[in-house]
Every structure is written in C-alpha cells, then in structure tokens.
C-alpha cells in the first residue's frame, strides 16, 4: 500500500487517491495527474510580475518524487502540462524526461497546452484529445463533451477546474483545501501544480469530496 493513499471504486474499478494530488490505477500501473502548469512562473515573471522560478522546479521533483515512490509504468497527464510558450522552465521537463526512458507518457491536451506537436514529441510523450481505458473516459475540460453520445457508460476523469472546498469555523475562519470530486458520472482531479490557484466547489447529495490535508487524504462524506 503506498503511504497515504485512500482506495475507493470508480465504475467497479480499484483507485488509490494520493495526498501528492494524483490517482493510481495499480491494477493498469497507470498514474493520473493534472494540471502542471509548468512555466507558470515565467510566464509571470515575464510579465513583470514576480514569481519565484523554484515554484516549477518544485513541480517537477514533486512529480519525480512521486513516480518514484509509485514505479507507474504510465504517466497519463490530463492537461494543462505547460503553461505557456517554450522557455528555461520547459528545458527543465525536457532534462527530467531523459532521465525516465521507461516510462510511458501521455498528455491529453488543455487549453494552456499551445506548444506546436513537434516539441512534445521530441521529448516522447503521446498527444491525444482524449483517451479511453476500458469504462473510462480521459479528458480535459468536462465542458468539452457536450451533447456527445459515445461516452455512454464510460466514467469520466478530468482536470481544468482546479477544485477545492471551503471549510469554515467558529467566526469568520475559513480555509481552501484541495479535492478530489467524484460525481455519478464524472470526476475531477486537483491541480498538482502548486501555483495554479483554485475553484471552490459545492458538492450534492450523492456527491463525493476527499480533501488533502498535511499529506492525508480526508474522507469529506457522510452517511
């Protein structure tokens, strides 16, 4: 059991939920991550707004960390890898991905994701739109599925709105905690990147949110 995790089922499958914002398929050695955001900073910074640089490096040996306690065979990221156009902190990920030559990557493009084709692939990793494995369907942004009639029966995963939920206590105190939402026929990864802001949601009945807290996963759910 890696340390920390919480297993739930998703559509009769086994998960791990990992305090690192990720999710394990062990059954499919198939790790799940969203939301990079890597270059972020520079992008700011480029822009005259001051960003520590560390913040992407950090990002990167956060994920290295994590693969490297986890051994996935596949790295499946669902979106938003980079955040803007090629610069030092793109350089970084390129030296990081020569060093994994096992492992399998894969990005299903997002909205910040506008490097041309020829700059993912040089560094190995897969493009898609989407992706489907077995009941499940790999996206984005859940917006883009629309009227679509070919998910019937798949259970969707995604990434884009950075959830999160707000706790209150006593007086005005109140704080913003990470999450992984789990609805009937979806769900939502958290932003792994740690400067990418966040969107408080509000779950219905039915609904499930498992917080992350000093490296736990918190079962939000009642009943």
């Not at 890597?38 to 490096?57: A, D, E, M, Q, Y």
């Not at 499946?76 to 803007?84: A, R, V, Y």
């Not at 156009?85 to 910040?112: D, T, Y």
């Not at 996206?139 to 599925?145: A, T």
Request: proline share 4%; aromatic share 8%.
């Amino acid at each position: 059991m890696i340390k920390n995790a919480k297993a739930i089922n998703l559509n009769h499958c086994r998960f791990l939920l990992l305090p690192q914002k990720a999710i394990y398929w062990q059954k499919k050695k198939i790790l799940m991550i969203a939301d990079l955001h890597i270059g972020k900073s520079g992008h700011f910074r480029k822009h005259g707004i001051p960003v520590p640089g560390r913040v992407n490096t950090s990002n990167i040996d956060r994920m290295d960390e994590l693969i490297q306690e986890v051994e996935p065979e596949h790295l499946i990221i669902l979106g938003d890898l980079f955040h803007s156009r090629a610069n030092k902190e793109w350089e970084q990920f390129q030296s990081w991905r020569k060093k994994q030559p096992k492992l399998e990557v894969s990005l299903v493009i997002g909205n910040h994701d506008i490097l041309p084709s020829s700059a993912y692939h040089s560094s190995r990793i897969n493009l898609f739109k989407r992706v489907t494995i077995d009941s499940f369907l790999l996206i984005h942004d859940l917006n883009e599925i629309g009227a679509d009639k070919d998910i019937t029966n798949h259970y969707i995963l995604s990434g884009h709105f950075h959830p999160a939920v707000q706790l209150k206590g006593k007086g005005r105190q109140s704080m913003k905690l990470p999450c992984f939402y789990f609805g009937h026929e979806q769900g939502i990864l958290p932003a792994f990147g740690q400067f990418t802001g966040t969107h408080v949601i509000e779950p219905r009945k039915g609904e499930k949110v498992y917080t992350i807290a000093d490296s736990q996963i918190l079962d939000m759910n009642t009943g």
